[in-house]
């Protein structure tokens, strides 16, 4: 990450906790996953079976991780999809990698950020 960026991030941490950063020994920018349709691949392979897709949440993956926590957790364990998430129209189809073997889309592609 660029200096400005540890230096905001550094500035909103101190400032939302009482924490007082005083110096960083190590800084880490990641790797973010992106899908062609955008929307996020949950659910078993269909051409690699026992292998389980959790990617494609590329630049808001914090504010999905809860509910693809707990929709994987259904899915590896053959359950359905949870009530509240159902209501919001959440779907197993809608985020299953099988979707791309119809020619729907591209597999996942991946953009580093220094």
Request: aromatic share 8%.
């Amino acid at each position: 990450p660029e200096e400005i960026d540890i230096a905001v991030a550094v500035d909103r941490i101190e400032r939302a906790t009482t924490l007082q950063i005083r110096r960083l020994s190590h800084r880490w920018a990641g790797l973010r996953s992106f899908v062609a349709d955008k929307t996020p691949v949950l659910g078993f392979d269909p051409m690699a079976p026992g292998f389980f897709w959790c990617a494609g949440q590329g630049g808001y993956g914090f504010q999905t991780a809860p509910a693809m926590a707990r929709l994987g957790t259904a899915l590896l364990r053959g359950d359905p999809v949870p009530e509240d998430l159902a209501r919001l129209g959440v779907t197993a189809a809608a985020l299953s990698p099988a979707r791309f073997r119809a020619g729907a889309g591209s597999p996942i592609t991946t953009e580093t950020h220094p």
